[in-house]
């Protein structure tokens, strides 16, 4: 074969490759498609479990049918003309001025279309602002990279909070109540949204924005940060679990429970001079006391950036830790779990973590390694930019025989 022919063959198979490329990523965009469109997903804003989701979704629906039928003819009119009026090296077409009939009409009939969007747009826009009929109050709080909930006094869908209650990771809500959420942040701007729930709300330090959350049935509805917010932005995800009155009555009653120590002797008993020692710098769990009988209070101001650590008194009736990260329960149980009706679900949610479905490993992977599993400060040993503070937890360096103590200790926080 002469230098001729290997280029034709070159040229030819270049061709027949350029011819397949459309066809490989017209197969990508219809698979990645499909697959966004699948029910049920956790955080499936096309599946909405509340009022203020059910608006958003009414709204979404025809506009996104609206938009598919505008691209498929703009697409297909777009490919003809690429494949009719292909260069083959014919003289250029006369240019003319159009035709005005034509372009008036294309004119005209977007602005009628992007009209009967904006106008529905605006009502939903209003209706999810209004808040006047949320029953009780829960302050919301974005940080490097988990989310506070401050519970304030006061009646909640009928039951009675008589003390504020700081948890983390999960908020706790009565099915069917429309909740007020106060949403502001320690450090930097986040946006917090469960989809399932209502839309999203940015948490912008020094301001406080509102949202109204409320859930049809008792159930879990997952969530996450949507504002880049630092190295472990994509690990800052959030739940909020949706109790009926009854259950809801019982996990208040269970927050407010007085702190109980462990047995003299234990492990358990270890652990908790171990977490006094190692953790209660910026950790706070509520009533534990030194062995004079003075309170042990977290003061994380000075050793976090944002100035606040999650309060860890009732951590095993949560399911997930570190920015409800990585679980607490092992993957049955939490299959299980998500899956439950809502007539069972309140029972499976308030027996926390128990023995059955405790994931010991994850537990022990984080306390042995934070920084490893959730990516917190670009150089751990440069902290001048930050004041000496740290941004998440930091590597304790914690061995092995601690962590056993530690986990003994933690497993009765419920």
Known sequence: MDRSEATVTTLGEMSSTRRRWPLAALAV???????????????????PAGPNAEKIDTLQRPVFYIAGVVALIVIGAVG???????????????????????????????????????????????DLNKQDDTECIINVTGQQWWWEYDYATGECGGVEISQPIVTSGELVIPADTPVLLRVTSRDVIHSYWIPRLNGKRDAVPGRLHTLRMQADEPGIYTGQCTEFCGLSHARMRQAAVALNQADFQTWVDNQLEPYTAPEAGTLAATGEQTFIANCSKCHQVNGIANADGTPVLSDPDLYVVSGVAPNITNLMTRTAIAGWTFDLINEECRDALWTASPDEFGAMYLAGVTPDCFDEAALRDWLRNPPGMKPMYVDPNNLDSTGGKYRGMPMLNLNENQIDELVAYLLERK
């Open 80 to 126: 003809y003309i690429v494949f009719k009026f292909k260069d083959r090296g014919q003289d250029i077409p006369e240019q003319s001025h159009g035709n005005p009939k034509l372009e008036i009409a294309l004119t005209i009939l977007p602005a009628i279309i992007l009209a009967g969007i904006a106008v529905p747009t605006v009502v939903t826009v209003f």
């Open 29 to 47: 965009s219809a698979g990645t498609f499909l697959a966004s469109c699948a029910s049920n997903a956790p955080q499936d804003y096309f599946d």
